[in-house]
């Protein structure tokens, strides 16, 4: 079957390094896959014990706010006086080459940032409860924020590994096939040709 590549050594050569090429790239992308399913479901493994730990977190905070409530009446003024965290940071992690944030926050103290003649130990109980839910709340949103990222890159993957697989190898193997076989064809026109040339060579001489 004519590939519209003609039937040359060179071409033969070039495409026999191409499919080469495919092959390595075939693998790597195999094993860059694994090695990206491996990471993934590590995080999945990590982001179940965090959605459990956080589900707790966030009961536990809400029955302390509401004791505190019930001891104290509105916190809203009390809850002003906390400050603003700033301490969030994203650097991007690498993973075979696929770029993904890491999301942490800083650990800062957790000293008292209203009075405590008019305040009652339940709002110390919520602060720090809610300061776990932050906690683990940042850690969850780093792991589903790497997921995402890396889901994507596997499907990418994928795509590039079957259409390598599909595609770009069979179409070099079939190339090969046909100026392998087409320069065969030649060399056994060629040999033909001198046979002739030589049987009437002798005939001559004869």
């Not at 195999?30 to 982001?47: P, Q, S, W, Y």
């Not at 956080?54 to 505190?68: R, S, V």
């Not at 994928?158 to 100026?179: C, D, G, V």
């Amino acid at each position: 079957m004519a590939t519209g590549t003609a039937p040359t050594k060179n071409n033969l050569m070039a495409a026999k390094k191409s499919l080469e090429l495919a092959k390595t790239g075939y693998d790597l992308m195999g094993k860059k896959k694994n090695i990206l399913v491996r990471e993934i479901m590590t995080l999945l493994d990590r982001a179940e014990t965090i959605q459990s730990e956080i589900e707790l977190a966030y009961t536990d905070a809400y029955e302390k706010i509401k004791k505190a409530h019930l001891f104290m009446g509105s916190c809203i003024e009390y809850a002003r006086s906390v400050p603003v965290d700033d301490s969030l940071q994203i650097v991007l992690r690498s993973v075979m080459g696929v770029e993904h944030p890491e999301i942490t926050i800083g650990e800062r103290e957790k000293g008292i940032h209203y009075g405590l003649t008019s305040t009652a130990s339940q709002l110390d109980d919520a602060y720090l409860a809610f300061e776990n839910v932050k906690r683990l709340t940042v850690q969850l949103a780093d792991i589903e924020s790497s997921v995402i990222r890396l889901a994507d890159a596997i499907s990418k993957t994928q795509k590039r590994t079957n259409a390598l697989n599909n595609i770009m190898i069979p179409r070099l193997q079939e190339e090969i096939k046909f100026i392998t076989d087409a320069l065969e064809e030649k060399d056994r026109e060629d040999f033909s040709r001198l046979k002739v040339i030589k049987n009437t060579g002798s005939e001559e001489d004869a």
